[in-house]
T-cell receptor, first 117, second 118 residues
Framework: AQSVAQPEDQVNVAEGNPLTVKCTYS??????LFWYVQYPNRGLQFLLK??????LVKGSYGFEAEFNKSQTSFHLKKPSALVSDSALYFC???????????????FGTGTLLAVQP | DTGVSQDPRHKITKRGQNVTFRCDPI?????LYWYRQTLGQGPEFLTY????????KSRLLSDRFSAERPKGSFSTLEIQRTEQGDSAMYLC????????????????FGPGTRLTVL
């Protein structure tokens, strides 16, 4: 069964410092991986995705993520955090080898990022 | 605004009543998804459509839940005989798909409908 783990409920970082939000996954085939951000009272906004190719993926707002197949991880990173990055971040996976029959995303429980000024 | 829209944004109902939510996807998107999100959890998949065909349903989707997308455009999600456990945020998302395409398109989410069952 597909699953996603976000081991940290909350990550605190000072503005200007680098940030990492962790994600590990489990799928039976090759994973399609996504990061979304959720601001209060708003829907999820797409940040970036990994489908195939280069393990380092660049996305919106200066975020990037590194796919590591051996560690089954897809950690979200940003070199310099902003106060405005404070939000709830979700990692999601789709099983790319499930015969193309499913398109559902399996989400982690989310990590609250708090950036202090 | 050309994003995914959902109506209503908030719904308060009494236990046992029926409720219906509407989702209007991005106009050129032929795939539409429904998810449910409870406090402290990530969204959970409920069902998805490709055009008007409902291609997958989660086991979470009990017989009290039904979804339609009659013309392959907007979709409705109906919950009959609501229970307090149905209280959640109901999210709609859409994505594009082209037959034979190798690109996996991301899903774009609407703002959600927050349901409270008293």
């Amino acid at each position: 069964a597909q699953s996603v783990a976000q081991p940290e409920d909350q990550v605190n970082v000072a503005e200007g410092n680098p940030l990492t939000v962790k994600c590990t996954y489990s799928v039976s085939g090759n994973p399609y991986l996504f990061w979304y951000v959720q601001y209060p009272n708003r829907g999820l906004q797409f940040l970036l995705k990994y489908i195939t190719g280069d393990n380092l993926v660049k996305g919106s707002y200066g975020f990037e993520a590194e796919f590591n197949k051996s560690q089954t991880s897809f950690h979200l990173k940003k070199p310099s955090a902003l106060v405005s990055d404070s939000a709830l971040y979700f990692c999601a996976v789709r099983d790319g080898d499930y015969g193309g029959a499913t398109n559902k995303l399996i989400f982690g429980t989310g990590t609250l990022l708090a950036v202090q000024p | 605004d050309t994003g995914v829209s959902q109506d209503p944004r908030h719904k308060i109902t009494k236990r046992g009543q029926n409720v219906t939510f509407r989702c209007d996807p991005i106009s050129e998107h032929n795939r539409l998804y429904w998810y449910r999100q409870t406090l402290g959890q990530g969204p959970e998949f409920l069902t998805y459509f490709q055009n008007e065909a409902q291609l997958e349903k989660s086991r979470l989707l009990s017989d009290r839940f039904s979804a339609e997308r009659p013309k392959g455009s907007f979709s409705t999600l109906e919950i009959q005989r609501t229970e307090q456990g149905d209280s959640a945020m109901y999210l709609c998302a859409s994505s594009s798909f082209t037959s034979g395409g190798a690109i996996v398109a991301e899903q774009f989410f609407g703002p959600g409908t927050r349901l409270t069952v008293l």
